[in-house]
Structures are given as structure tokens and as C-alpha cells.
């Protein structure tokens, strides 16, 4: 067993975190308090290959392995959680899903220019009826011709505004529940495809989120991902891998909240002393490191599964649930030690508590993720 990162590795965990630290660090208390879209930064992640990270090169992807992903989705999500999010959205949900199940002429048409960067991707599965128990939904698409006529109501769609091309799961045929459901691919600007407005969110605020309404959109038969009947269990698999682009953004929320307790609790004077010396705080810190470790570990052991080949679903789920609760835990710690000040807007540290939270509830709740892997456990 070898914990050491690869050059490779190491040089991405470098570009990520300058990248990070110079480009979008400047500007994330602003985007998030008036919710502006960080489409700078979006277009230079493009650029440097964080898109498409792990897709294929020959469909103008990194051709990097999971791990990479998950490291370069920790240091993005350290400084803004917002742009971590657009990234795992593109990257696990749309190029993932893309390269595993699409035709070559879907990889040429559509992967090409989302895993190059430019073009950005949505994934759409919720609706308001359907949020955990995803395949009971009521979009529906009918065949007509060379064309599925497909009309409904989505929920809650990551990059939904900004976004170009939408994954879309639809009802091909009615009453037999998950086996009826399909997957397609669809552009925005297409007939009959509105975007709803932008939600007003408790956090990852710079990100978009929208409802989109589908009235009798015509989308050509070759745009249809997979066979008619795969889309749900394409949609499970996906967020297998999804889920460790979500538990890699929380892990960063969570190292934020680590580096910036360290430094406040060593300059923050009271009772004639940095409070660091208090062990109140002290214990504050150690607990947020250990958790902290122990994630990365479960993230990277699941990335490492998934690149393997192996069953790594449960591990992925572990990974999600444990991580989100220490980025909830590390980020309330964190505005505990700095006290008044951090529980202020414009210091950029409640952000953290805020933006920890979606994590525990976006791609299976805490609850699902205990679902996937009680049942991985007691499956005969
Ligand atoms: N991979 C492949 N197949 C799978 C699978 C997996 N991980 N999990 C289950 N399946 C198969 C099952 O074996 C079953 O097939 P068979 O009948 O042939 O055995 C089929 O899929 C249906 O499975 P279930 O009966 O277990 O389905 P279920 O309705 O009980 O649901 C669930 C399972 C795990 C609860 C699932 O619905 C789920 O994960 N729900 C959460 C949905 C979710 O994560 N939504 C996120 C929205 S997207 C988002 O958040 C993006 C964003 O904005 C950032």
C-alpha cells in the first residue's frame, strides 16, 4: 500500500491550489453574497484542464485518474465551493456519464467541447414530486417518428442557467416504475425548453440553481443515451461517482475551516493570550484534523476503487456521509473560534457553515448514502 501521491498528482494538487488561491480567491465573499455566477473562473478551469479531467484524450479530456479529481476538487471547493460544485457537475455527472454510456457520435457532438471546457453541462433527474426516490417521476417522453416529444417539470438543477447541453431523465414508458425510465441528452435553446429563475439558496450561492419546464421539446432519437429502460440505472451509476466529487468538496469546505481556525486561534488575542493556548480551542482543532484525514482517506480509497474497476458504490457513499458531516462539524468549530467576527458576512467564514450544508443533502442525502450501504452490507 503506498499513500504517497504521484508527481503527476502532486503537480495537479499545485496548479489547483495556486489556481485557486490567485484566481478565485479574490471576489468569493461578493459572488456569494450577490450571488454572481464566477464565470471567469469557470472559463479558466476550462482552460486548465479541470473540466474534464478524467475523460479520455481522444475525446479532449485530461485522461487523469479519479484521485487527480478528487484532489483538484478539494482545493478548488478550499476557496469556493460554488465553482467546486459547477466543476463535479461537469466533470462526474456529464462527462462521466457521457463516456461510459454515449454513442461515439454523442462523444463527438457533445463530450468533445464539454470535456475541452467549452461548453458547460447540467444533470437533471429531480423533480418536485420525485427528490430521494428518484425514478418516481413524471416527465415523459414519447416517440414519435425520429423524435421523443418530451414534457415536465425539473427541479433543482445544478448549472441549469448557465449550462448548454442537459442530461435528462425522462419516462419512456408509463407504469413500470424505474424500468421506464430513459436517458437523453438536450440542448438549451432547444424549442419548448425554459429555464426557471435562479433559487435564492442558503449557501454555494455564486453557483446556479434552477427549475427547467419541458413543453413538447423535440429531441432526435440519436440523442437518447443508452436503450430506452437504462436511464435509471445509468443514473445510479453515475452518482456512484458523483458522489465523490460531492464528498471532495466537502473535505475542502473542511480544510478551509481547519486553515483559517489554525491561523485565527494563533493571532486572535484574549485574557492576554492567543486563544490557540486555550485547550477548549486546541481539542477544536486536533478534532477537525483527525476527521479531516480520515475522509481524505475514505475519498481516495474509493476514487482508487472506481479506477480499479472494483464495487465501490458503498465505499463512494461512506465516503459522501462522513465527509459532509466532518465539513458540517469543522465549519460550525470554526465560527465557534472566531467568535463574533466570523459569524459576519464580509469575514467569509459563516460561508463555510453554509455552504458545508448541501453537501449532506445534494447527489443521496446523508439518509440515501446510509441506505446504499446498509444494503451492500446485508445483500446475500
Ligand atoms: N448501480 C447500478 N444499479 C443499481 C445501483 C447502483 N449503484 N443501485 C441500485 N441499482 C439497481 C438495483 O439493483 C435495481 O435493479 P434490479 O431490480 O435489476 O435489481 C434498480 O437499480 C433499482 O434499484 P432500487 O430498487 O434499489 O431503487 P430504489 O428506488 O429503491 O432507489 C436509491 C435506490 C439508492 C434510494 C436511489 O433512488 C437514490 O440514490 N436516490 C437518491 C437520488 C439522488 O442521489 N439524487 C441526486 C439528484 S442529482 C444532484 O443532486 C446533482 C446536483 O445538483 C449537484
Same mark, same amino acid.
Given at each position: 500500500?503506498?499513500?504517497?501521491?504521484?508527481?503527476?498528482?502532486?503537480?495537479?494538487?499545485?496548479?489547483?491550489?495556486?489556481?485557486?488561491?490567485?484566481?478565485?480567491?479574490?471576489?468569493?465573499?461578493?459572488?456569494?453574497?450577490?450571488?454572481?455566477?464566477?464565470?471567469e473562473g469557470? +472559463?479558466?478551469? =476550462?482552460?486548465? *484542464?479541470?473540466?474534464?479531467?478524467? #475523460?479520455?484524450?481522444? %475525446? /479532449? !479530456?485530461?485522461?487523469?485518474?479519479?484521485?487527480?479529481?478528487?484532489?483538484?476538487?478539494?482545493?478548488?471547493?478550499?476557496?469556493?465551493?460554488?465553482?467546486?460544485?459547477?466543476m463535479?457537475?461537469?466533470?462526474?455527472?456529464?462527462?462521466?456519464?457521457?463516456?461510459?454510456?454515449?454513442?461515439?457520435?454523442?462523444?463527438?457532438?457533445?463530450?468533445?467541447?464539454?470535456?475541452?471546457?467549452?461548453?458547460?453541462?447540467?444533470?437533471?433527474?429531480?423533480?418536485?414530486?420525485?427528490?430521494?426516490?428518484?425514478?418516481?417521476?413524471?416527465?415523459?417522453?414519447?416517440?414519435?417518428?425520429?423524435?421523443?416529444?418530451?414534457?415536465?417539470?425539473?427541479?433543482?438543477?445544478?448549472?441549469?442557467?448557465?449550462?448548454?447541453?442537459?442530461?435528462?431523465?425522462?419516462?419512456?414508458? +408509463?407504469?413500470? =416504475?424505474?424500468? *421506464?425510465?430513459?436517458?437523453?441528452? #438536450?440542448?438549451?435553446? %432547444? /424549442? !419548448?425548453?425554459?429555464?426557471?429563475?435562479?433559487?435564492?439558496k442558503?449557501?454555494?450561492?455564486?453557483?446556479d440553481?434552477?427549475?427547467?419546464?419541458f413543453?413538447?421539446?423535440?429531441?432526435?432519437?440519436?440523442?437518447?443515451?443508452?436503450?430506452?429502460?437504462?436511464?435509471?440505472?445509468?443514473?445510479?451509476?453515475?452518482?456512484?461517482?458523483?458522489?465523490?466529487?460531492?464528498?471532495?468538496?466537502?473535505?475542502?469546505?473542511?480544510?478551509?475551516?481547519?486553515?483559517?481556525?489554525?491561523?485565527?486561534?494563533?493571532?486572535r488575542?484574549?485574557?492576554?493570550?492567543?486563544?490557540?493556548?486555550?485547550?477548549?480551542?486546541?481539542?477544536?482543532?486536533?478534532?477537525?484534523?483527525?476527521?479531516?484525514?480520515?475522509?481524505?482517506?475514505?475519498?481516495?480509497?474509493?476514487?482508487? +476503487?472506481?479506477?480499479?474497476?472494483?464495487?465501490?458504490?458503498?465505499?463512494?457513499?461512506?465516503?459522501?456521509?462522513?465527509?459532509?458531516?466532518?465539513?458540517?462539524?469543522?465549519?460550525?468549530?470554526?465560527?465557534?473560534?472566531h467568535?463574533?467576527?466570523?459569524?459576519?458576512?464580509?469575514?467569509?467564514?459563516?460561508?463555510?457553515?453554509r455552504?458545508?450544508?448541501?453537501?449532506?443533502?445534494?447527489?443521496?442525502t446523508?439518509?440515501?448514502?446510509?441506505?446504499?450501504?446498509?444494503?451492500?452490507?446485508l445483500?446475500?
Amino acid at each position: 500500500m503506498n499513500f504517497q501521491l504521484t508527481e503527476e498528482q502532486i503537480l495537479i494538487q499545485k496548479t489547483a491550489r495556486a489556481f485557486a488561491d490567485n484566481e478565485l480567491a479574490p471576489g468569493v465573499v461578493e459572488r456569494d453574497d450577490k450571488k454572481i455566477w464566477p464565470r471567469e473562473g469557470v +472559463k479558466q478551469m =476550462g482552460e486548465l *484542464g479541470f473540466m474534464g479531467m478524467m #475523460v479520455d484524450p481522444k %475525446w /479532449d !479530456g485530461g485522461g487523469m485518474d479519479s484521485i487527480s479529481y478528487t484532489i483538484a476538487m478539494e482545493e478548488i471547493s478550499r476557496v469556493e465551493a460554488s465553482s467546486g460544485v459547477v466543476m463535479s457537475v461537469n466533470n462526474s455527472l456529464v462527462c462521466y456519464l457521457l463516456e461510459k454510456f454515449g454513442s461515439d457520435f454523442l462523444k463527438e457532438k457533445y463530450l468533445k467541447p464539454l470535456a475541452s471546457g467549452k461548453k458547460l453541462g447540467a444533470f437533471s433527474l429531480s423533480e418536485p414530486q420525485s427528490g430521494s426516490d428518484a425514478s418516481n417521476m413524471r416527465t415523459i417522453a414519447k416517440k414519435e417518428g425520429d423524435h421523443y416529444i418530451i414534457s415536465g417539470t425539473k427541479n433543482w438543477v445544478t448549472n441549469g442557467i448557465n449550462s448548454n447541453y442537459v442530461i435528462l431523465f425522462a419516462v419512456t414508458e +408509463k407504469g413500470i =416504475g424505474y424500468k *421506464g425510465v430513459s436517458c437523453f441528452i #438536450v440542448e438549451k435553446g %432547444w /424549442d !419548448g425548453l425554459e429555464t426557471g429563475k435562479p433559487e435564492n439558496k442558503l449557501g454555494i450561492r455564486a453557483s446556479d440553481t434552477c427549475e427547467l419546464y419541458f413543453d413538447n421539446v423535440k429531441v432526435p432519437v440519436e440523442n437518447l443515451i443508452g436503450k430506452e429502460g437504462e436511464g435509471f440505472t445509468i443514473a445510479l451509476v453515475i452518482l456512484d461517482a458523483g458522489r465523490i466529487g460531492i464528498a471532495s468538496q466537502a473535505i475542502g469546505i473542511a480544510q478551509a475551516s481547519l486553515n483559517a481556525s489554525v491561523s485565527y486561534s494563533r493571532e486572535r488575542i484574549q485574557f492576554g493570550k492567543p486563544i490557540a493556548k486555550n485547550q477548549a480551542n486546541q481539542f477544536k482543532i486536533a478534532d477537525m484534523a483527525m476527521e479531516i484525514e480520515a475522509a481524505r482517506l475514505l475519498i481516495r480509497q474509493a476514487a482508487w +476503487k472506481k479506477d480499479q474497476k472494483q464495487n465501490y458504490g458503498h465505499i463512494a457513499s461512506m465516503a459522501k456521509v462522513y465527509a459532509s458531516e466532518v465539513a458540517m462539524r469543522a465549519s460550525t468549530q470554526c465560527v465557534q473560534i472566531h467568535g463574533g467576527f466570523g459569524y459576519m458576512r464580509e469575514s467569509g467564514i459563516e460561508r463555510l457553515m453554509r455552504d458545508a450544508k448541501i453537501t449532506q443533502i445534494y447527489e443521496g442525502t446523508s439518509e440515501i448514502q446510509r441506505i446504499v450501504i446498509a444494503r451492500e452490507l446485508l445483500k446475500k
